[in-house]
């Protein structure tokens, strides 16, 4: 938090771009939140930017994201950009002096990761990655009910996250050098549940990665997680395999399971947990 900005004022926000995931979820949360104001977004596309900003009324289209960088009514900003863009916005916007939530994947490769880190330091801003499946109430409960013992020792977690991208060949995803792969784009998300149950990072790793002739990225990854102390993470994910998504948490004393982990929307989640013969 700025030193001149006391913690009860609204958090003034800016956007990176006008890409699916801002327009359609975080920047509608946002403008209804009460503790946040919607003050621009910028888009290379001007016309883009006005058409998105017109929905919120007080809210500025800028022309660039430098522009918004150098908006001194700024002081957090959302970055939705492709994957192989989050490292340089993210710092540029840290040396900006703004806060920054950006999205997954926050950096490609662990060394992105660290000079995000020491841009965040450096400027003494906060920088977070967009895991929102994180904050949801039936993940938060469902952690809950592991920090309680509910279905004892945790010893395995299952997830996966797939959808087909065949329909759709010239999909952002599917280019190298904007950071595409299933793993970055969706695989990250029961890599992420996995280190939230185990409470840190695999000690070992096995997988195997799917690249189709032709193709800049790998399709479908597989992967084995050891956590040590026979605690293991089996998860998969593909652009190629009809859409479904999952995880299971299985303990010594039984399992939850948890049908729409990752995109549960504002709908009623249902979170199962079953414990020898009661199923709740």
């Known amino acids: 938090m700025s030193e001149n900005i006391q913690a009860s004022d609204p958090i003034r926000w800016g956007v990176l771009s006008t890409a699916k995931i801002g327009v359609g979820a975080v920047i509608p949360a946002i403008a209804e939140a009460n503790n946040a104001t919607l003050v621009a977004i910028a888009s290379r596309d001007r016309e883009r930017a006005e058409t998105v900003a017109g929905a919120y009324p007080g809210t500025r289209a800028l022309e660039s994201y430098d522009a918004l960088l150098a908006d001194d009514a700024i002081e957090a900003v ?5 994957n192989g863009m989050h490292v340089e916005w993210t710092i540029r916007a ?16 662990a060394e ?6 020491a841009a965040s330091k450096k ?12 904050f949801h109430p039936q993940i938060r409960w469902a952690l809950e009910q592991l920090a309680a013992g509910r279905i004892g020792g945790v010893r ?11 329909s759709r060949p010239n ?13 970055m784009d969706v695989g990250c998300y029961p890599l992420n549940l996995c280190r939230a149950v185990f409470g840190g990072p695999p000690r070992e790793i096995a997988a195997r990665v799917v690249v189709p002739t032709g193709s800049e990225v790998e399709l479908t ?5 050891d956590f040590g102390e026979g605690r293991l993470g089996v998860i998969d994910a ?28 504002r709908a009623a989640s249902v979170v199962r947990v079953e414990i020898g013969d009661e199923t709740v």
Request: hydrophobic letters at 45%; glycine letters at 10%.
């Open 156 to 166: 395995m977690v299952r997830s996966s996250f797939v959808f087909d991208l065949h």
């Open 94 to 109: 840290l040396e900006a002096g703004k806060h920054v939530l950006c999205e997954k994947p926050l950096g490609i490769t």
């Open 123 to 134: 400027a003494n801003r906060w920088v977070m990655e967009a895991f929102m499946y994180r």
């Open 171 to 183: 999909d952002i995803r599917l280019v190298g050098a904007l950071g595409g792969g299933s793993m």
């Open 78 to 82: 959302y970055i939705p950009l492709p």
């Open 238 to 265: 593909s652009f190629s395999l009809p859409r479904a998504f999952f995880a299971e948490i299985v303990g010594e004393h039984g399992r939850i399971t948890l049908p729409t982990p990752y995109t549960p929307g």
């Open 221 to 225: 990854t597989a992967a084995v997680l």
């Open 112 to 117: 992105e990761v660290r000079r995000i880190q």
